[in-house]
Nanobody
Framework: QVQLVESGGGLVQSGGSLRLSCAAS????????MGWYRQAPGKQRELVAA???????NYADSVKGRFTISRDNAKKTVDLQMNSLKPEDTAVYYC????????WGQGTQVTVSS
């Protein structure tokens, strides 16, 4: 049974930083692509950042240069460092393993105040 547990969300002022972490269990972590998605109220869930099993990364245009995704295969974690946060980054952030058809965490709320 794959489990993904997110932590690190919260309330931050515009321009601030947060670091999200996702701990995975129940899978051969190093074999899977990992990603962070977000869903704001009234909007569809969207990909924020992803890292492949080979450590290749890609980012949504809206977060390039501000967010950094990283993975630690030994610890089975994937982190999202978010800098220069904007109110439009406010959303529930979800950890994902294996793409949209894969596994999801329960989500963590990120709120950026203006």
């Amino acid at each position: 049974q794959v489990q993904l547990v997110e932590s690190g969300g919260g309330l931050v002022q515009s321009g601030g930083s947060l670091r999200l972490s996702c701990a995975a269990s129940g899978s051969i972590f190093r074999l899977y692509a990992m990603g962070w998605y977000r869903q704001a109220p009234g909007k569809q869930r969207e990909l924020v950042a992803a890292v492949t099993s080979g450590f290749m990364t890609n980012y949504a245009d809206s977060v390039k240069g501000r967010f950094t995704i990283s993975r630690d295969n030994a610890k089975k974690t994937v982190d999202l460092q978010m800098n220069s946060l904007k109110p439009e980054d406010t959303a529930v952030y979800y950890c994902n393993q294996g793409g949209p058809g894969g596994y999801w965490g329960q989500g963590t709320q990120v709120t950026v105040s203006s």
